[in-house]
């Protein structure tokens, strides 16, 4: 079983492309969480997909919810993160910037678009398999964590519906930055032509959904989940440089302004401390430690 789900996930990857879309990448996780769990009773898996179900439907929600500022009319914010941005760095955009610094002036991609996009396409699928990872570890542990997924995604979108603002590349496209500004993180590795990666990321992504940047709060979601069980120095290095490395990209690919990149970073703080509210509320008696064996999961 094993064999034949990461055979059956190798050839679905190489043939149609890794699982970004919510249900299909879902899909797999619950099917992979049942492939690896082979040996427990039916009623076992019959709760991955109880456990799992919930969350999946609150996920897909959330996706067909980032639009629907478009609807309600509420204005479109481009001057006003401009101005902060160029307020906090003494009038210089940081994204156009690194673009005029980094990029080579020919257009061509420059030889590390394969690492950008590595670390820009991570954002669709490591938090996902971290949680596919806590759930096989302990329930308790990934209760935990998918909490403050949720958590972190609404506060998001009720920040994109009542203050719905633009990229640095939309702001370019509508002359409120001077010059041009290309998006450049590296969808597609460098491999896939850099308008087809441009053309799928317009296509699924939400253009008025730029603060606070949820890439950027994932990322450092998955550094902050994964801290206790950091037990070296290079596991710890690894964790910091992720978030800082998912920063750059965003800001010199084009997505995100610092100021979304520091947003998104307070807003998991804020989904942190609400989610520790909750649990410290529903906290079990004292002397029934539901955790043994597991690191503390208050963070």
Known sequence: MWVAYLLALAVTIVTLGLPTDRIYQATWIVAGLIAFTIDRQWRDHVRVVWDWLPLIAALVVYDLSRGVAHHLGMPVRAQELVSVEGWLFGGTIPTVWLQQHLLPPTGALPWWTLLTGIVYTS????????????YAYSRDVWAGYMRR?????????????????????LAAEGDVISGSVGRVAGFGFGVVPMDVGTRWLEA???????????????????AVALWPFARNLWSRALLVAYP??????????????????????????????????????TAPTPGRDLTAGHPPRRW
């Not at 699924?204 to 994932?218: G, M, T």
């Open 123 to 134: 954002h669709f699928l490591v938090p996902w398999v971290v949680a596919a990872v806590f």
């Open 149 to 169: 997924v949720l958590l972190l995604s609404y506060l998001g979108l009720v920040t994109y519906i009542l203050l719905p603002s633009v990229p640095p590349w």
């Open 204 to 222: 699924q992504s939400n253009p008025v959904a730029a603060l606070p940047s949820l890439h950027a709060a994932f990322a450092m979601l998955v």
């Open 244 to 281: 800082v490395a998912m920063a750059f990209v965003l800001v010199y690919g084009g997505e995100h302004y610092v100021v979304d990149v520091l947003a998104g970073w307070a807003y998991l703080g804020l989904a942190i401390l609400l989610a520790r509210a909750w649990e410290s509320r």
